[in-house]
């Protein structure tokens, strides 16, 4: 125990001096690490909704599949690659952020497999069966009329970004260091989380929104259409959610010493 | 049905012969030409590769997938021959990620469909030839080349292929991984590949790709790979 305390302090100082991941993320960590839980393997969380709540947009079958099995599978092969490491016990967020850290020889497994895990659980969240639209007087619906001069100019930038991932990945829009929302897409199962030194400045940041286009997120449905599961995406987004997430990053980059 | 696809593949090389533009100055007198791409048939029906791959799969990745990656290649030729004729070399060079992701398409499947074959036709028979000769010196036997070849195809992140190559130089061959549409060219030449795509067996396999990895093997055309050879 005592050990393993020592060993997440010490990566804790390692972080703040070398991840440069910027007082964003940074104070997230901070307070996430603040009480670890040590040797607990990752799990599948369960979803806030049943697999058939967001049909007709999100088809039943998808959301089992994509949920049981994919998502499942990456947390499987990531305790598998974790095991006997003192990165068990992260949370999950911590973990992708801190991926300069981990061994050469785990790093790719753990990248893609420790992504594929923190991509997922943001998704989940990021759905809702009860979407309502974001409020126009919101904060976060006035940062993206700032960002993109409209909300119609958001949407049209996120769904072309979404349509443009050539192969597999996911188009986010994140709030970055300086506060300010962009569209991003990343391959594979990177995340914006990983910092500007795994995926670069321009697509480094705290995600709000994300959008999952490998095509097993839509294929059973959608078929090769990617543009219309895009479309279909906007009627399952949480606003709630995502203004939250908003308000976090937004005040963590006002109060970094908190 | 041989002769659909003699005239598909010399069509595809004429399309790309003629699509390579002609630039011995900076502002060329002579405008690159294009040549338009279009869908090479399959030499046998859809539901020929079953119980691998189903008819419904072979239809979508025919007429749909394939269909835009040549669409879209003609779109990005277009691009790329004003932009160059124009001597707007930025963006001609901003066209190259579309480029590589369309035209790689177009060229990855003309040459997955071309080596798969239904099991009447042949498919699923190891190599007999000097492809045969060729795999047992480089890996000791089929089984072994077969499983080097799954496990690449099992190691690809996100979409991708994996291919069975010939090294121009050497003659040599090697079992490569190929990101996204990425083709294969230069130093190396495609002999085998198969297609890693979700696309490629998700509405009969889901996420079970061991499976679809395992059972391909059965409408593999060997034949046509060992014609591939140099």
């Known amino acids: ?258 | 049905m041989s002769t659909s696809i003699l005239r598909s593949t010399t069509a595809l090389r004429t399309a790309l012969r003629t699509a390579a533009p002609q630039t011995t100055k900076a502002f060329s007198t002579t405008a690159p030409t294009r040549a338009l791409a279009t869908l090479p048939d399959l030499p046998y029906d859809y539901g020929a590769l079953e119980p691998a791959i189903s008819g419904r799969i072979m239809e979508l990745h025919h007429t749909k997938h394939h269909q835009t990656y040549v669409t879209n290649y003609n779109t990005v030729q277009s691009q790329i021959t004003d932009a160059l004729s124009t001597g707007n070399t930025a963006a001609a060079i901003a066209l190259q990620p579309a480029l590589t992701f369309h035209g790689g398409g177009n060229l990855n499947h003309t040459l997955f469909f071309e080596n798969l074959a239904p099991k009447k036709q042949g498919g699923g028979q190891p190599p007999s030839g000097p492809l045969a000769k060729s795999i047992e010196m480089h890996y000791g036997s089929f089984d072994k080349m077969k499983t080097q070849f799954v496990a690449a195809l099992a190691g690809i992140q996100g979409s991708g292929w994996a291919w069975l190559v010939q090294d121009n130089e050497t003659g040599a061959l090697g079992i490569r991984q190929y990101a996204n549409q990425d083709p294969v060219v230069g130093k190396f030449t495609p002999l085998l590949g198969i297609d890693a795509w979700e696309h490629a067996y998700y509405l009969q396999y889901e996420n079970r790709k061991a499976e679809y990895f395992k059972e391909i093997w059965g409408v593999v055309n060997w034949k046509v790979a060992e014609g591939r050879m140099k």
């Open chain 1, 1 to 258: 125990m005592q050990f393993a305390n020592l060993t997440l302090g010490w990566m804790l100082s390692l972080a703040q001096s070398r991840l440069g991941v910027g007082p964003l993320v940074q104070s997230k960590l901070d307070a996430t690490t603040a009480a670890p839980t040590p040797h607990t393997a990752f799990t599948l969380p369960p979803l806030d909704y049943s697999y058939a709540a967001l049909e007709p947009h999100f088809d039943e079958e998808t959301m089992r599949i994509h949920h049981t099995k994919h998502h499942q599978t990456y947390i499987t092969n990531l305790n598998a690659a974790l095991q006997g490491t003192p990165f068990v016990g992260l949370h999950i967020d911590d973990l992708v952020a801190r991926l300069s850290e981990v061994p050469a020889e785990l790093s790719g497994k753990v990248r893609n497999q420790g992504g594929g895990h923190a991509n997922h659980s943001f998704f989940w969240k990021n759905l809702t069966p009860n979407a309502t639209a974001l409020a126009e007087g919101s904060p976060l619906h006035k940062g993206i009329e700032q960002a993109f001069g409209s909300f119609e100019v958001f949407q049209q930038t996120f769904e072309k970004a979404a349509t443009s991932v050539f192969g597999s990945g996911w188009a986010w829009l994140v709030v970055q260091e300086d506060g300010e929302l962009k569209v991003v897409t990343t391959l594979n199962q990177f995340s914006p989380l990983m910092g500007a030194g795994v995926v670069g400045k321009g697509v480094a940041g705290f995600p709000v929104i994300g959008l999952d286009v490998w095509e097993h997120a839509y294929y059973l449905k959608y078929r090769n259409v990617r543009p219309e599961y895009i479309k279909a995406y906007w009627h399952v987004v949480n606003w709630d959610f995502a203004s939250d997430r908003y308000m976090e990053a937004r005040s963590s980059i006002a109060h970094p010493e908190l």
